[in-house]
């Protein structure tokens, strides 16, 4: 059974295994040289032949190159059975497939440097196009080859400026790196000294915080002590004293103010200096911030400079390894994409003016056949016309005998109208007198039935009234006396009752007798009328309906 969802191309692609496989395992000469050395033998250990002979049976034993050539000759036919298998499905897809004839054996051609494209461009697929393609693919190759050549030495000129700029821009690195070790180191220092004035700084703040307080704890109190010594020493003496140690005071306050006056212009150079330290200090931080930012651009352009020698080292390594026989390929491919739209172009052309070939062919052909062609026309058209002649003398005839025809069936048409009409007429008067005797007939069993209804409802009355007086001379029942009997057991009288019936003469009406029998049809039903018949036969069946039914009336007593 063949399988139908397998395509053309999967069959062939089947069968090129199935051959790749005979090729590889079975048609080699190596494959069979394994057959030619001597068996390999069973040796078995001393122990082991004391052993059971059942597990010595059961164990493996070595095949011999009889066996093993045995199994290789199974699997050579089971090989060749498949492949057969594939060559039928094979040759059953290209007898319902042929237009897939080049796509299947492209498959069977293709194989190492002869790949589908190069047998589809050699046209025929002969050994000395295909040849032709490698070596037109060859020399291209080597062009390309050439090309590339050149351009490695470019870039290797190219490398060594480039090495060169590399090491100019590491020294020049190493000196940037160098100086901003040094500014770090000097920011450090700088540093370390702002920390350590600064602490002094607070040191002596807080210090003078604390002196100003007792100092001027100490005032407030000399101010009141010299107040109480005033109110009670002083103010006691002369004037002499007083005037004394008023001088003294106000030496002292003098003193004293002299004293503020200097300390407060030490404060101020003190805080002039301080201001002048600290904005050297804001500069000292403001330059560190600087530096820091330098800092971070040059450790920034030192990883790129060193990511960018790594990736120069890695591209240099990568152009210097030898070169892998795909990108040979790849190259030989990339040189054979404007070949391949040129060989196209040039098939095209090729067939373009195959047509063109066989066109101005054809049309010399056509100019040659035009004369013949002409006259045989002028011979048609003449054909033509006299068909239309005598289709036109045929057509005459036929309308004039249809004309012949139709005038007859029409004068037959009209006489059997006149027929038609006459015999319709005498079937109204025929009907019209049938309804005129209908309905005499009617008239008089209506006034029949009247006359018959009148006579029931005075017999009724008559029965009814007849049933009464009957009715009333009847004689009512009556009780026997008792008899005088006596039981034979208890000896008591026993009266013995019954009912005396009146004879049955009058309790029936005498006209119940007729009553179960069929009375008899009191109309008959008229027979029909034959229009065939005359108009006296008619009259004459009527006349002897109405005796019969005049001799069979009766009156019946219900």
Not at 194 to 204: D, K, S
Not at 258 to 281: G, H, P, Y
Not at 426 to 440: P, S, T, W, Y
Not at 457 to 483: C, F, H, T, W
């Amino acid at each position: 059974m063949v399988n139908t969802m397998e395509s053309p191309e999967e069959s062939f692609e089947r069968l090129r295994q199935a051959l790749n496989v005979l090729k590889e395992q079975h048609y080699d000469p190596w494959n069979w040289h394994e057959y030619l050395g001597e068996d390999p033998l069973d040796i078995l250990e001393e122990d082991e032949e004391e052993e059971d002979a059942e597990m010595m049976a059961l164990k493996p034993k070595a095949r011999k190159n009889i066996d093993r050539l045995k199994s290789h000759l199974i699997t050579v036919v089971q090989e060749l059975n498949r492949a057969g298998h594939a060559a039928d499905l094979a040759y059953y897809y290209m007898s319902i497939h042929p237009e897939l004839m080049k796509d299947c054996v492209v498959i069977m051609g293709s194989a190492g440097d002869i790949d589908e494209d190069l047998l589809l461009e050699s046209g025929d697929g002969s050994p000395e196009k295909v040849m032709a393609a490698l070596q037109a693919k060859l020399d291209v190759a080597n062009e390309r080859i050439t090309q590339l050549t050149d351009e490695v030495n470019d870039l290797r000129g190219r490398l060594i400026e480039t090495n060169y700029e590399s090491e100019d821009r590491l020294r020049n690195w190493s000196c940037c790196k160098m100086q901003a070790e040094e500014a770090i180191q000097r920011l450090d220092k700088q540093t370390r000294t702002l920390n350590a004035v600064l602490e002094r700084e607070a040191e002596l703040q807080a210090d003078y915080d604390d002196l100003w307080a007792r100092h001027v704890r100490a005032s407030k109190m000399m101010v009141y002590k010299a107040r109480q010594g005033l109110r009670d020493r002083l103010f006691a003496q002369n004037k002499k004293e007083n005037l004394f140690y008023a001088f003294q005071g106000f030496m002292y306050i003098l003193q004293q103010e002299k004293e503020e006056r200097i300390r407060r212009e030490q404060e101020e150079m003190r805080d002039s200096v301080e201001f002048a330290l600290r904005n050297e200090v804001r500069f000292l931080l403001n330059e560190n911030l600087r530096c820091n930012d330098s800092v971070k651009r040059l450790t920034g352009e030192q990883n790129r400079l060193k990511l960018d020698r790594r990736a120069l080292a890695k591209r240099l390594l990568y152009r210097q390894r030898p070169y892998e026989r795909l990108e040979y390929l790849q190259w030989i491919w990339e040189l054979w994409q404007p070949l391949r739209a040129a060989l196209r172009l040039e098939k095209h052309l090729d067939t373009t003016q195959a047509s063109l070939a066989a066109v101005n062919q054809q049309l010399t052909w056509s100019s040659k056949q035009m004369v013949p062609l002409m006259n045989f026309m002028d011979q048609l058209r003449m054909e033509v016309l006299r068909e239309q002649l005598e289709g036109d003398l045929m057509r005459r005839e036929l309308v004039a005998a249809s004309a012949r025809q139709f005038a007859a069936l029409t004068e037959r048409l009209r006489l059997q109208r006149a027929q038609e009409l006459e015999i319709l007429a005498r079937l109204r008067d025929l009907e019209n007198e049938a309804k005129d005797e209908r309905i005499a007939v009617l008239e008089r069993e209506i006034a029949e039935d009247k006359h018959i209804h009148a006579l029931k409802g005075m017999i009724v009355d008559l029965e009814y009234n007849l049933r009464r007086a009957l009715d009333r001379r009847k004689q009512r029942s009556y009780v026997v006396p008792p008899s005088g009997q006596k039981c034979v057991q208890c000896g008591r009288e026993t009266s013995y009752r019954a009912w005396k019936l009146p004879p049955e003469g009058l309790a029936r009406s005498a006209s119940e007798v007729d009553l179960s029998r069929e009375r008899p049809s009191a109309v008959a039903s008229p027979p029909k009328i034959e229009r065939s018949q005359s108009r006296g036969n008619a009259r004459a069946a009527w006349s002897d309906e109405e005796k019969e039914k005049e001799s069979k009336f009766l009156a019946v007593w219900r």
